[in-house]
C-alpha cells in the first residue's frame, strides 16, 4: 500500500476558496481504480492547513493517479499555498490495528 499525504497552507484570505476546491478533488480521486480511500483534512489548531491523503493498493495506482487531470488540478492548487506544499508518500509493508495493542498489553483488559 502506498500512502500520499499533501499538506497546502492556505493564505487566510482564500482559506475558504481553497478548502472548497480541495474538497472537489476527493470524490473524483477516491472513484480512481486502485484508491483505497482519500479524504480531506483541517484541524482545529491550523485551520488555514489543509491536508489530503489518499490510499493506493500499490505503486502502478499510484502512478495512473498521478497522470490523471483531478492530479493537474491539485497541482495547480498547491501553488495557491502560502508556503511551499508538503508532498510525501510512505510506502506501507503491513498493517496492524487494535490485535496489535492486544499482543503488547496482554490480556489485561482497560488499564486502572
Given at each position: 500500500?502506498?500512502?500520499?499525504q499533501v499538506s497546502i497552507a492556505a493564505p487566510n484570505?482564500?482559506?475558504h476558496e481553497l478548502g472548497s476546491a480541495l474538497a472537489t478533488l476527493v470524490g473524483p480521486t477516491n472513484a480512481e481504480h486502485g484508491c483505497?480511500?482519500?479524504?480531506?483534512?483541517?484541524t482545529w489548531d491550523?485551520?488555514?492547513e489543509f491536508r489530503i491523503e489518499a490510499r493506493w493498493v500499490n505503486v502502478d495506482s499510484l502512478i495512473r493517479h498521478l497522470q490523471t487531470d483531478t492530479y493537474k488540478r491539485l497541482l495547480l492548487l498547491m501553488?495557491?499555498?502560502s508556503v511551499p506544499p508538503v508532498l510525501e508518500f510512505f510506502t506501507v509493508e503491513g498493517v496492524r490495528g487494535l490485535d496489535l495493542v492486544e499482543a503488547v498489553r496482554g490480556?489485561?483488559?482497560?488499564a486502572s
Amino acid at each position: 500500500m502506498i500512502i500520499e499525504q499533501v499538506s497546502i497552507a492556505a493564505p487566510n484570505e482564500r482559506r475558504h476558496e481553497l478548502g472548497s476546491a480541495l474538497a472537489t478533488l476527493v470524490g473524483p480521486t477516491n472513484a480512481e481504480h486502485g484508491c483505497l480511500g482519500c479524504r480531506l483534512f483541517q484541524t482545529w489548531d491550523r485551520p488555514s492547513e489543509f491536508r489530503i491523503e489518499a490510499r493506493w493498493v500499490n505503486v502502478d495506482s499510484l502512478i495512473r493517479h498521478l497522470q490523471t487531470d483531478t492530479y493537474k488540478r491539485l497541482l495547480l492548487l498547491m501553488e495557491l499555498g502560502s508556503v511551499p506544499p508538503v508532498l510525501e508518500f510512505f510506502t506501507v509493508e503491513g498493517v496492524r490495528g487494535l490485535d496489535l495493542v492486544e499482543a503488547v498489553r496482554g490480556d489485561s483488559g482497560p488499564a486502572s
